[in-house]
């Protein structure tokens, strides 16, 4: 269990370098970034399912599962972000994706039921007042676009928010089974899919990209390349490598509150980036957020029941 806990945290960790990468690549743009690394993720999963084409069997539905996880799970869920926060802002969807941790818990105990409800209520309650604290500041601006834009984007918002979920759930009934793939082939599996979704994104963002404005040996061209193999090789391939590492030994209750980490991590690199110490709100708000992981931790590591299979 305890491996599987430092899994998922540095699962968190390594995709809390998204918070950054988008802001590092300009004057290339975030859709850029995301085609960059889904391509880099795919190419080192073809190499890994090369090498491991003997040792790494999976059932064709398997790959037909981890193919559409890919796709769905990484490009599905970035194109309805990017569209949630160009019709509503970014204030309003990262408070209603903050809600996934909290989501994935709640669903996956009441159908595992893993630990009991009563003391994993707190926890939970600790990890969504630590959302509302570190987002305190967007309740006091004012929200830009009409009321039918920022109802498209908050439908948006959610959409992310049940794409993450679903994938959530899935993964984790396919890791806990019996027959669960290797880690790694099944991490590799899904960068395929997440290649073949990020190559349908080329088109939203032909007109803005940055390779229509600078040649290859430019140093903006270089800086983005660099962090296309950085976010495709450590933020994408070894992330989801952890992920699956993760989903095998831990319940999926407990999975989804790790996930915790993740922001934790981004605003530590958000502030680091940015060159400021956080204000007492953020503050208050990533203690709780920690304690309530924290608490949760300790309640599925003395509740150590197998995770049920869907």
Partial sequence: MWIGILAGISTGALWGITFIA????????????????????GIASIAVLFVTRRSAAMTPRQRRIGLLLGAFGYSSYFLALSLSVSYAGASIPPL?????????????????RSVPWRPLIPALVLIFAGLVAVNVGVFTQPVAGTPAEIAIGLGLSFLCLVIWVVFALING???????????????????????????????FGAASSGFAHYPLTAPETLNFLGWALLMGLVGSWFAGWCWMEASKRLPVAL????????????????FAYEGRWPIPAEWFGAALQFAGVAAAIRLFTKHRRPAATA
């Fill in 22 to 41: 988008a802001a590092a690549v300009a004057p290339f743009t975030a859709i850029d970034i995301a085609i960059g690394r889904y391509i880099v993720f």
């Fill in 96 to 112: 209603v994706i903050g809600l996934m941790p909290v989501a994935v818990a709640l669903i996956a105990n009441a159908r595992d």
């Fill in 173 to 203: 009934a396919v890791m806990s089974a019996p027959d669960a793939p290797p880690t790694a082939a099944w991490s590799a599996i899904q960068g395929l899919g997440a290649m073949v979704g990020g190559l349908a994104l080329i088109p």
């Fill in 255 to 270: 999975i989804g509150q790790l996930i915790v980490s993740e922001t934790l991590f981004g605003l530590a690199f958000g």
